[in-house]
């Protein structure tokens, strides 16, 4: 049975609690907590789990109201019982949703039935989790899909960064910790699972090498869960990078983020002194932060995702990208298209730059490949797929096809291969035309064919809200127009 098999199988289990009460996400965090012990049978580290509480007695306990109250009562005492640190924080503040017994069971006989792996023996459990998290982050009413950055969008990301072995890369916005993970697999991929490396480096890989910062609870228990279905000890630190505890996270590697859209609470700003624009917008805060926090050795490099209000805005904006350009070499910006987060409507960018070793006009052009416009509509009748960076893949990387990238691309742009590319979506613009236009970064896009009458025929949406605006200016004209002749 797949990964996808399996997950489906579970996810459709919430339908089965639904008269419990249980939302989506109420139920991806109670299959966290018993797949966690489920997992510690399978990896081999119940010694971490009191004799009581491991998963063969709630597999064998005949009495479903006994095995309940024991799981609520290990919820309550674990992290004060065991000695193993991901244990506690991954039950930390842990309750219950489930308020009857047979469903407790329900859930434990059901994932004690599935086959974990394939007929080759590779562990699935990481993929099948993986898989849960993608489901509840497209339902709507789970609220998850600010936490979670579309897989293949990850995964060309990770692969134009090409991360290498012994390097630190970080993400200080983890949500469920997708960046990490992809980067993690990219590096096991090239070295038999970490098993051609010496003990030492090996160590490094896994509880070193790669690390992030969640700030909300039930996302940071979702991240260390899935880091460690993976294999990975990475430390993930629950807080807000943007508070002072942010300022020890330097000298990185690598940086693969998608920060939250939004401004603060209030209008107030970071907490933190270092910035030298510190303001209101989060994403402008995360930028700042990430470009600080690399390596000055003009290899460190970083691939953000950010909305285009970050491109254009004045003021403090304006400032940043200015500063951004001056001490990193900011590279490439691919304009993505629509539809493809789970927040309809939000237009958004991969920033890719390298820190310089110097403060100073380090970017001297900036390439820009648009994936916006005249492309399909994504959705579920267009699913967003690998195919659809296969152009902006060959163009990044001078010529490489997707095929060959991960043997091929050493993330050492060929800046004359570049040039060599002939594709109206990729376009060059150097330093002095963007100071012209006051260092705005809003460039790039080509001729869009479906604009006609002022009206944007590919974004379907607005279209439609803007000809509702329109219907309810018409019936209130007519209701006035009617109470006067009446």
């Not at 005492?77 to 991901?86: H, K, L």
């Not at 006989?109 to 497209?138: C, F, P, V």
Request: net charge negative; charged share 25%; with cysteine.
């Amino acid at each position: 049975m797949s990964a996808d098999e399996i997950a489906n199988k579970l996810w459709n289990l919430c339908n089965v609690l639904r008269d419990d009460g249980v939302t989506y996400h109420q139920y991806l965090n109670e299959l966290t907590y018993i797949l966690f012990l489920k997992l510690s049978e399978v990896k081999g580290f119940e010694e971490h789990i009191p004799e009581q509480y491991r998963w063969s007695y709630f597999v064998n306990e005949p009495d479903n109201a006994e095995a309940f109250q024991r799981y609520r009562n290990f919820l309550a005492e674990i992290s004060n019982e065991t000695t193993s640190a991901s244990i506690t924080e991954i039950y930390a503040n842990a309750s219950t949703s489930l308020r009857k017994p047979v469903n407790f069971n329900t859930l434990v006989q059901a994932i004690d039935d599935l086959d974990w792996y394939e007929e080759s023996d590779r562990d699935m459990m990481g993929d099948i989790y993986e898989s849960l998290l993608e489901k509840n982050a497209g339902e709507k009413k789970s609220g998850a899909g600010q936490y979670f950055t579309p897989r293949p969008l990850i995964n060309v990301m990770v692969e134009l960064s090409s991360p290498k072995m012994g390097e630190k890369w970080n993400d200080p916005a983890a949500g469920t910790f997708g960046f990490m993970i992809a980067a993690d697999e990219y590096l096991r991929k090239k070295s038999d699972n970490y098993f051609d490396l010496g003990e030492k480096e090996r160590t490094f890989q896994i509880e070193k090498a790669f690390s992030g910062v969640e700030l909300v609870g039930d996302a940071h228990r979702l991240a260390l869960m899935n880091a460690r279905l993976h294999g990975m000890e990475s430390s993930i630190i629950l807080g807000d990078t943007l508070t002072e505890m942010g300022k020890e996270l330097k000298n990185f590697d690598g940086v693969l983020a998608n920060p939250p859209f939004g401004t603060k609470k209030g209008g107030e700003r970071p907490t933190r002194d270092d910035f030298t624009y510190p303001t209101s917008n989060k994403q402008l805060n995360f930028l700042q932060h990430i470009y600080r926090s690399l390596k000055k050795n003009g290899k460190a490099r970083a691939a953000v995702v950010l909305p285009d209000n970050v491109l254009f805005e004045e003021g403090d904006g304006q400032k940043i990208r200015r500063d951004l350009m001056d001490k990193c070499n900011l590279h490439t910006i691919l304009r993505l298209p629509t539809g493809i987060f789970y927040a309809a409507g939000v237009k958004t960018n991969v920033l890719f730059f390298t820190r310089g070793t110097t403060e100073m006009g380090n970017t001297k052009g900036i390439w820009y490949f648009d994936m916006r416009t005249n492309v399909p509509s994504y959705g579920k009748r267009t699913p967003f797929t690998r195919e659809a960076f296969s152009e902006f893949i060959e163009a990044y990387t001078g010529g490489i096809t997707p095929e060959n990238l991960a043997t091929d691309f050493d993330g050492i742009i060929d800046y004359v291969a570049r040039k060599n590319i002939t594709n109206e979506r990729w376009n060059y613009i150097d330093r002095e035309t963007i100071a012209k236009k006051n260092d705005s970064l809003d460039l790039g896009l080509i001729a869009d064919e479906s604009v006609g009458n002022g009206r944007h025929l590919g974004e379907p949406i607005e279209i439609a809200k803007e000809a509702l605006s329109e219907l309810q200016t018409i019936t209130e004209q007519l209701q006035a127009m009617i109470k006067q002749l009446g």
